[in-house]
Structure formats: structure tokens, C-alpha cells
């Protein structure tokens, strides 16, 4: 990938290579492929001169331009990049720290002037970990000029992709050169990309696809690539859209929840707006794909330009890099419906489309030029015969050596063999699925994993910090699982109560629990059940039937002693719609309070008396999107543009509402010192008295002692 940035940078010069826009839709900042090369060689000098060639270096980056750069960096360093998801307010250091002892990393590389709000600073995280920090940001370009070519091949290890944290072992997905190449060139035949191409990408940096899709591809084919903030879109769906619009971009796409949030949430106003007929390739994958969605979605924004067979559904893991089965290009896609009973015996059985028992399934195209995807018995290790699902097996280039030094998992996941022949390794991906015309349709997962807005979450992990929420429950008799409502994947779990109990308070437990996923997750649950004891199945050897579970709770046999589910939205009523049409006068802190009272409330299936203005959102249970969903609103309803991560900067309703109160355009303490606190260290001997100055330059006499006696109450580190 070093030769390909310099080939790119010397072909295509001061063309942009990668374009970031602010949640506003504004602000583009824009980097050529000549500054992208010179960025990467001066942040690889900088490397060279602290850490050996092969050392790993970890990435906590916001999403934006400073992750390009230094990815890039550690590619022309020799170093290993460990992209990671920056912990913070909401999102717990655990996963990190189990991160870091996997991968045992030299030091955190992150940017000191750019800080997503809510989030660890790479500087905190640095000292939390017992790690060297360096701000990539800092470091002049001029230093290119001591870069040395670490001569890498393609068998040498790009980048470490980390599938999992918290409770359960991380697994670093090892990405060799020749691995990530052989993939960006599967991606550009199959979706016809060239340097006339341009993507628009607001999935995350550190997930396969947003780093495949949205950095490494466009670069590979000499495209722009735009990218936004993963919460900007959360908040604002149109601005995904506008943006395509706006800059006729030929590719773009995301899980399959993110066009179903554009279906429900872009008014016809807004609508009106938009020109769709630039998009070629709009990819769909990481999650199950819904016909309905794709329906409801073509209806939607046809009006727009936007054409049904620009949908490219398509099929990958981290595992493969990303890609392993899309396509074609240019066809409308393929859905089947099938018998539920015969599929639940692994049979594909067609029925009508309006059967009672019919269940639809989108094709996710045939294996890419190279690779090969066999559909496998996993108890025989044979290739299934037509109209049978079987597991999901890849093998070709793309698909990575292992996982790092964990040669168990490594041999169970990557050294799968057929039963007759010799036909060399195969990566088992634990989905199951069929092939028909040599089309691949994803059916399920034989692992347990829960996969939710595209992200995975593996159960142990939630089962782990719902066990440990009430001294009520009972240790390993938790099973944790997902269902579909409306048409979306939903998080459920069930939770034997100790028989020894006497004083579970049902509703206070729930909310433990809701607060606990919450906090650890940033994710939204939609039942829990409080169950008596041994209504979890467990296995003669003792491990969670979650399957089985899941099962007894579709057909209500589970015993509760307490339950909550979360009122069943469609669509997530506006605040004009509940009676809240937009002010037209500055409200009051008491009025801001209420207001939040009544959404979130509804949003929580919550009453108000259960409501504490003074306690913490994430005590409230508020996942990620309800966070920005419910930001969006109040933008709507005070006129007045919102971070999209305001409630994480304002973490109570009377802390917001307070703020919030205050006019609009007035900078005070508080708005300035969670961007100081996290950036600067007053105690640090390198600080730069420039950024400082820049930090409360414009405070009020009054405002910058609020600052100061603010900065006082932080924890040391913070100071």
C-alpha cells in the first residue's frame, strides 16, 4: 500500500484524495493525494525514530482527516496500525485495555487539537493505559524529509482489525498488504470504480468497512472519498443524502438499518431537495439485508433519481478484509421467499410471496473474481447439495492468516478443510446461508453472535455486565440474544433471579440493566425478563442453550418475576408532532427541563416521576442513538444548531437545559472546558501555551474564572 499511495500521489498530484464535513454539512476539509503522502512520510519519520519496524501502535482517532494521515503513517512506518473505536463518557476503557493486552501496543497515536466531544483524548488515554502518546497533529510535515523506506512486501501485516472486547478475548484479525490490495482490487471490478469515482462514507474509521470501503478502496482507485461522523448521520439522516447530492457521488452505503433511518426520518422537504441520480453503487451488507427495506427506500427517493438497481447487496467479514460475495453491478436485486418451517430444518423449501409462513431473503450476489465461497455441512464437512443451508466457507486472497498469537482460535476459525479431497484451508465464517445460481443468500449465524445497526455484539460480553447489575441475579444464568421487530434486529436478555432472594425490586433491576447496556454498549434494549431459576437452558456441560431461549421467550414460556419491554415505534414520533412546534422565543432553563422530561420519557417508555433531572443520561438507560435522535429533536424545536454529541458534553437535563438556556452564540465555561480538560494538561511540561490561549481566547472576565475553578474539580490527570 506504500507503493500504491506514491504511485497514486505522483499520478494524480493535488487532486482531493479525501474530503471531511462537519455535522452541519459545512466546513469541508480536504486533503490531496500529494499532502496525504507527504502527511503519511513525515508521521512515519516521527514513528521511525520512537518504535521499532513490526511494533504495534494503537489509533484512537475521531472520525476525520487526522485517522487518514496517520493510518497512512503507520503503513509507510512499518508499524502495525490497531485501529480502535476512542472510549469515553459512554463508551467504557475495558475493551481497550483488553485490546492492549492482546496486542500489546508502543505507544497511542491521536490528535491533540481534534477531539470528538464525550470522548477519552488521546493524551488521557495514553496514561489510563501506562502508554507513550503522540500527537500526529503536531507533527510538522517538513520531518517527510527524514522518512526511510521500510521496504515492506505484501506477506508483511498491515493493520490489526479487533472484532471484539470487554468480557471475552479480543481477537486482532491479522490484514497482511497483499491481503487489503487483493480485496480494494476484488471491490473495484466488481463495482466498476476508477479515479472518476467518489464515495461518500459515514461508518465508523475503525470498523472493516469504514476503513476497506471508505479510506483504502477510494485511495486504490484514485477516487475522493467524503466522509462524515458516524453521529452526525445518526442525528441527521438527510445530511448522508444531501451530501451525495451535493457533490454527485457514484458510491456510498451502509448496514441496512441506515436506509430504513432515511425512509423514517427525511421529511419531504428535504427530499425535495435532493438529486440521487449520480449513485451507482449503493452497497448494502454487515447486517441482514430486509427486502422491505429496500422497497421502502426505492419508493421513497425515486422522486430523487434514485434508481432500484443501483442497490448492490453484498456479503463479507473482517476476517476476508470485507468483501466476499456482491453483485452484480447494475441488476435489481434478487429476493426469494421461503417456507419458515422447512427453513428451520435447514431445508429451502419456495413458497408464495404472501404465504403465511413466508420468510424473504435478499441475495447477496456471487463470490468475487479469485475467491470461492462453499456452502458447507458443519457436522460433515461436506458441500451441501442444492436447496440445503449449510455454514458459510471462504477461501481465497483476501482472506486473512489468523488471528494474532492465538493459534487456538486461528486453527478453529482459519483452518477449516473439506472432507474429501485437498482442496487447501478455509475460513469458517459461523453464518449460515444456501446458494442458488451461484448466488449466495445469508440465512443466520451458527455463532451466537447479535449484530445490531451493523455492529456486533457478542453475548458473553452483555451476559457479563447483566449478571453483575443487581445483587439479585444469579452469576452465568444469563442469556443474552436478539429478535426482529419491525422489521429490525432488537436486543433481549433473560436473567434468572438468586431463589435465595428476597428483596428484588423488579422495575429497579430492569432499569440497572438498561443503565449497565447502556453504559458498556451504547446500545438500546428491547425486553428484559427477570426469570425464576432454571428457566435459562444450559447444555449437560453447562453452556447457555441461547437459541433454545430465545425460542421460550417467542412463545412467552418463559416464569417471570419481572419484565420490561420498550413501547414497539415505527417511527420515532418529532417533537412538532407531540405538541411541541418550534419557539419562537429563547426558553427558559425550566422550560428546556420539561421538554426534555416529556421526550425522553416517551422516547424510554419511561414516566415522568421515574425521571430525575439531576441524574446522568446513561442512568436513564439512553443508548447512542437515543442520545442523537433526541438532540436532532431539540435542534427542530429550539431553531438552533446542536453538536450531535451535545448530551455528552451536557450529561443530566438540568445540565443541558441550563446550557442550553443560555443565547445561542454566547460561549461560556462550560462550553469550553470539556474541549480544554481533554486536550490540554496543564501539568504536562510539553504543552503548547499557543493552544491554551487559542482554547479561552474570548472569555468574559467571569466566564474564564468559571473555567479555571471548573478545571479545579477535574481529576488530576485532567488538569
Known sequence: MVAVLQQQATVLGDKVAFRFISGAGREDVELSYCGLRDRAMAIAAELQSRVDPGARVLLAFPSGLDFVEAFFGCLFAGVVAVPISQPGRRRPITAVQSICAAAKPALVLGSADREEAGATTAAELSQRLGLTWLASDRIPTQRLGDWCDPQVSGEDTAFLQFTSGSTSDPKGVVLSHENVLSNAGLIQQAFGTSDDSSAVFWLPLHHDMGLIGGVVQPMFCGGTSTLLAPAAFLQRPALWLE????????????????????????????????????????????????????????????????????????????????????????????????????????????????????????????????????I?????????????????????????????????????????????????????????????????????????????????????????????????????????????????????????VDPRSRGLDGPAACQAVRQAIAANFEVEIHSIVLTKAGMVPKTTSGKRRRAACREFYLLDQLETQARWTAEVRSEVPSPTANGHPQLAHQPTAKEIERWLLKRIAERLCLTGSQIDVDKPFLEMGMGSLDAVEVAADLQDWLGRQLSPTAIYNYPSISCLANWLAKPAGKPTASEHQPAVSSTISLMNPDVDPDSLLREVQGLSEEDLNAFIMASMTQQPREV
Open 243 to 374: 451530501t451525495i447530492s451535493r457533490l454527485r457521488a457514484t458510491i456510498s452505503g451502509g448496514p441496512d438499518f441506515a436506509y430504513g433511518l432515511c425512509t423514517k426520518k427525511i421529511t419531504q422537504a428535504e427530499r425535495d431537495g435532493l438529486d440521487l441520480s449520480s449513485w451507482k453503487v449503493a452497497f448494502t451488507g454487515a447486517e441482514r439485508i430486509r427486502p422491505q427495506t429496500l422497497q421502502r427506500f426505492s419508493a421513497g427517493f425515486a422522486a430523487c433519481g434514485f434508481r432500484t438497481e443501483s442497490f448492490f447487496p453484498c456479503y463479507g467479514l473482517a476476517e476476508a478484509t470485507l468483501m466476499a460475495t456482491g453483485g452484480p453491478c447494475g441488476a435489481v436485486p434478487t429476493v426469494v421467499h421461503l417456507d419458515a418451517g422447512c427453513l428451520a430444518e435447514h431445508v429451502v423449501e419456495d413458497v408464495p410471496r404472501d404465504a403465511k409462513n413466508a420468510v424473504s431473503f435478499v441475495g447477496c450476489g456471487k463470490a468475487l473474481a479469485g475467491q470461492r465461497v462453499v
Open 376 to 496: 458447507v455441512d458443519p457436522q460433515l464437512g461436506r458441500p451441501c447439495p442444492d436447496g440445503r443451508v449449510g455454514e458459510i466457507w471462504v477461501q481465497g486472497k483476501s482472506v486473512s492468516s489468523g488471528y494474532y498469537e492465538n493459534p487456538e482460535a486461528t486453527a478453529r476459525v482459519f483452518g477449516a478443510r473439506l472432507a474429501e479431497g485437498n482442496e487447501g484451508e478455509f475460513l469458517r465464517t459461523g453464518d449460515l446461508g444456501f446458494s442458488r445460481d451461484g448466488q449466495i443468500f445469508v440465512t443466520g449465524r451458527l455463532k451466537d453472535l447479535i449484530v445490531v445497526r451493523g455492529r456486533n455484539y457478542y453475548p458473553e460480553d452483555i451476559e457479563y455486565v447483566v449478571e453483575h447489575a443487581d445483587a439479585n441475579f444469579r452469576a452465568g444464568h444469563c442469556a443474552a440474544f436478539s429478535v426482529e421487530v419491525e422489521q429490525e434486529e432488537r436486543l433481549v436478555v433473560v436473567q434468572e
